[in-house]
């Protein structure tokens, strides 16, 4: 069939998305989380899903290793590294953004507290052990939300 027609871009924020609550029943939102106060961005998500809606998020996922002093050290050495062969604004994004990059645990954890259900993580395997892996995400809204 022609979609065109039921399809439409709108702009806003994703820690106040600009739809009315209950309106999809699919969210979608891919890479763009690491930039945004997560919490926020999944409260909002579940706001606007229906009953029974679907959440389907990819994102870089933490290695949990990054959580210990070592990996903090690491990264920090390496987002440094990063900076001095990116230029100076793009190396202050991705070090902003390495804060909002979670375990699967964390994400687990958070998805739940925003009041998903049937929670699915599958994590890619990262290139190199110091690098975030690619996580896919899938969760639900309970039919008989509050």
Not at 60 to 65: N, Q, R
Not at 68 to 77: C, F, M
Not at 86 to 113: C, N, P, V
Request: charged share 25%.
């Amino acid at each position: 069939g022609n979609l065109s027609a039921s399809i439409f871009l709108v702009g806003g924020s994703g820690m106040e998305l600009p739809f009315a609550p209950e309106v999809f029943d699919v969210v979608i939102c891919a890479f763009g989380t690491h930039h945004m106060h997560v919490p926020r961005l999944l409260q909002e998500m579940r706001r606007v899903l229906r009953a029974g809606g679907r959440l389907v998020v990819a994102e870089a996922g933490a290695p949990s290793y990054w959580r210990t002093i070592v990996g903090r050290v690491l990264v920090k050495i390496l987002l440094s590294a990063f900076g001095l062969t990116k230029s100076k604004a793009r190396a202050q994004i991705e070090e902003d953004a390495f804060g909002h990059i979670y375990t699967s645990e964390e994400w687990r954890a958070m998805l739940s507290g925003a009041g998903f259900g049937e929670i699915r993580l599958r994590p890619s395997r990262a290139r190199r052990i110091w690098y975030p892996r690619a996580l896919a995400m899938c969760a639900m809204v309970e039919k008989d939300r509050a």
